[in-house]
C-alpha cells in the first residue's frame, strides 16, 4: 500500500514520536513554554521536509506556525491547514500507556500496528502526513504545485486568534485550495472522503440558588436546589422522540429527501453492530425516523458535554450547592446559523428558567456548517487521489464533526477546502488511548501526493 522503504518508514515514526512527546495542551495554561516549544519544533521540521521558509507568529495566544515553498508563479498553489495543539489526556488512568509517551501496539482494528499517544490521529499524526508527502514529492522531483503550511496551536480551544491572522495575512495565504487531514475515513478496505462538516454552538449555563452552600438537613426542602433546577432545564431540551424542543431550532434545516438518504445508506456500508460493539452499547438511540449513520452526521443535535455542582469528592458531605453548571454542544447541519441558533438557545433557556434561581447562558464559541462542492477541482482531485491509493472511488461522505474555521477561510480567505482525512471511529480522539494505525499513516502520505499529481496538472 506505501512506496515508502523501510528506512523512510521507521524514520518517520520515530519523529512522529518526537511530536507526539510534546505534551502541547492549549486548554491549560501550565503548558504555554511547551505550546512554544511545539511550535518551534514544527516550524524546525517543515525546513528539514523541504520548506524554503518557515516562521512562528505570535497571536493573543498560543502562535501559528506558517511555512512555504513557492517553486512557479504559474502553478496551482495549495495550502495545508493543521493545528499542533491537543486535548487534555485526562481521565490518566485509563491509559494504557502514559498519553505522551507514544509507543506501537497490535491490535484487532490495527493488526499491522498502531500509535497509542494524544495527539496521535487528531492531529499531529495527520499534519506529519502532510509533511512527510511534501517531503517525498521533492525528494522524487514530483512537487508540481506551490506549498504552504498554517498550523495553528488553538483549534482545539475554538481557534480564537485565527481569524486575526486571516485578516492580517490574506495575500500571504493566497491559494487555490485549502486541504485538511483533520477527519477520517470508514476503513481502509471501505474508503470515504469527507465531503461536509457539521457546525457548532457551544454554551454553557450555570444556575445560582442560594447565596453559599447549604446543609441540605436544615434547609431542604425550602428551597430551590440548583442541580435540581439545572437537571429539570437539561432533560427538557430533548423530546420523547428525540427532537431538540429549542423554538425554532429547525427553521432553517434542510431536509434530505428519504430516496437520497437510502443511497447513502446503501453505499456506505455502515455496521451498526460493530459501531455498538465498538462503544460496548446494546443499542443506539436518538431522533426518531433517523438511522445511527444519519444521526450522526446529517441531523442536528444537542450534548451535554459537562455537568458540576456540589460536593464531588470521596466521601459525604450532606449540602444544597449554591451553584451548578453544565457545558452543552449543538451540532448544525447546513443552512442552520451557528450564531442565530446560540441566540435561539439563550432565550429559550431565559424563558424557561424558574424565577427561584438565577440562571446565566454564555458562548463559548462555534461555526457554520461546510460542504465542499462537486463542480471543484480539489474535490476531482481527491476523489481521483483516493481511488489511486486505494484502487476504488471513494464514498462521498458528510461527517459528523465540526471544524468551525473552514467555513471561515472561505469567507475571509475565498478559499474552498478539501477534507482527507485517514482516522477511523475507533481511534478514541478526545478520549483515552487515542490511536492511529500505521497503515493509515502510510497510505494517508501517499494519498496525500496523489492529490497533488491530480491537482498539478
Not at 20 to 34: G, H, T
Not at 109 to 116: Q, S
Not at 315 to 330: C, F, L, R, W, Y
Not at 368 to 373: K, Q, S
Request: proline share 5%; net charge negative; glycine share 8%.
Amino acid at each position: 500500500m506505501s512506496t515508502l522503504s523501510e528506512i523512510e518508514k521507521n524514520n518517520y515514526i520515530n519523529q512522529l514520536f518526537e511530536f507526539l512527546s510534546l505534551p502541547s495542551i492549549s486548554a491549560d495554561s501550565r503548558y504555554n513554554e511547551i505550546m512554544q516549544k511545539t511550535a518551534e519544533w514544527l516550524s524546525d521540521q517543515l525546513k528539514k521536509s523541504g520548506c524554503d521558509s518557515s516562521k512562528i507568529y505570535s497571536t493573543n495566544g498560543h502562535p501559528i506556525v506558517y511555512g512555504e515553498k513557492l517553486i512557479d508563479k504559474s502553478y496551482p498553489t495549495i495550502l495545508v491547514y493543521g493545528h499542533y495543539d491537543v486535548q487534555p489526556p485526562d481521565p490518566i488512568d485509563l491509559w494504557t500507556n502514559p498519553p505522551f509517551e507514544p509507543l506501537v501496539k497490535k491490535t484487532e482494528i490495527h493488526p499491522n500496528g498502531a500509535i497509542f499517544a494524544r495527539g496521535a490521529c487528531d492531529d499531529k499524526g495527520q499534519v506529519f502526513m502532510h509533511l512527510k508527502a511534501f517531503e517525498q514529492l521533492i525528494k522524487n522531483n514530483k512537487l508540481n504545485c506551490n506549498v504552504k503550511f498554517m498550523i495553528e496551536g488553538e483549534e482545539e480551544v475554538g481557534s480564537e486568534n485565527l481569524e486575526t491572522f486571516l485578516k492580517d495575512n490574506i495575500d500571504k495565504l493566497s491559494a487555490d485550495v485549502i486541504l485538511i487531514s483533520d477527519t477520517g475515513l470508514s476503513s481502509l478496505k471501505n474508503p470515504t472522503l469527507t465531503v461536509g462538516l457539521r457546525g457548532l454552538s457551544y454554551m454553557e449555563l450555570k444556575v445560582t440558588g442560594p447565596n453559599r452552600d447549604l446543609h441540605s438537613g436544615t434547609y431542604g426542602g425550602t428551597l430551590a436546589n440548583p442541580i435540581n433546577i439545572l437537571s429539570d432545564i437539561i432533560s427538557s431540551l430533548i423530546d420523547s422522540n428525540g427532537k431538540i424542543t429549542i423554538p425554532g431550532f429547525y427553521d432553517d434545516v434542510v431536509e434530505i429527501d428519504k430516496s437520497s438518504r437510502d443511497i447513502i445508506e446503501e453505499k456506505s456500508k455502515f455496521d451498526e453492530e460493530k459501531f455498538k460493539e465498538s462503544l460496548g452499547l446494546g443499542e443506539t438511540k436518538g431522533e426518531d425516523g433517523y438511522t445511527t449513520l444519519e444521526r450522526k452526521s446529517i441531523r442536528p443535535t444537542l450534548d451535554v458535554n459537562g455537568i458540576w455542582g456540589g460536593y464531588i469528592g470521596e466521601g459525604s458531605k450532606t449540602v444544597i450547592p449554591s451553584q451548578a453548571s453544565a457545558k452543552i454542544s449543538m451540532r448544525l447541519v447546513p443552512n442552520q446559523d451557528w450564531e442565530k441558533v446560540s441566540t435561539l438557545f439563550t432565550e429559550h433557556i431565559n424563558n424557561i428558567a424558574p424565577k427561584s434561581v438565577k440562571v446565566e447562558v454564555s458562548t463559548h464559541h462555534g461555526g457554520n456548517p461546510y460542504v465542499t462542492p462537486e463542480n471543484f477541482k480539489g474535490y476531482v482531485s481527491a476523489i481521483n487521489a483516493y481511488k489511486d491509493s486505494f484502487g476504488k472511488d471513494p464514498i462521498p461522505q458528510k461527517d459528523g464533526g465540526s471544524i468551525p474555521i473552514v467555513p471561515m477561510f472561505e469567507s475571509i480567505l475565498g478559499i474552498k477546502t478539501v477534507l482527507m482525512g485517514f482516522g477511523l471511529d475507533s481511534d478514541a480522539i478526545h478520549s483515552p488511548n487515542e490511536n492511529f494505525g500505521l497503515d493509515n499513516f502510510f497510505i494517508g502520505i501517499e494519498t496525500i501526493q496523489n492529490f497533488y499529481k491530480h491537482f498539478g496538472n
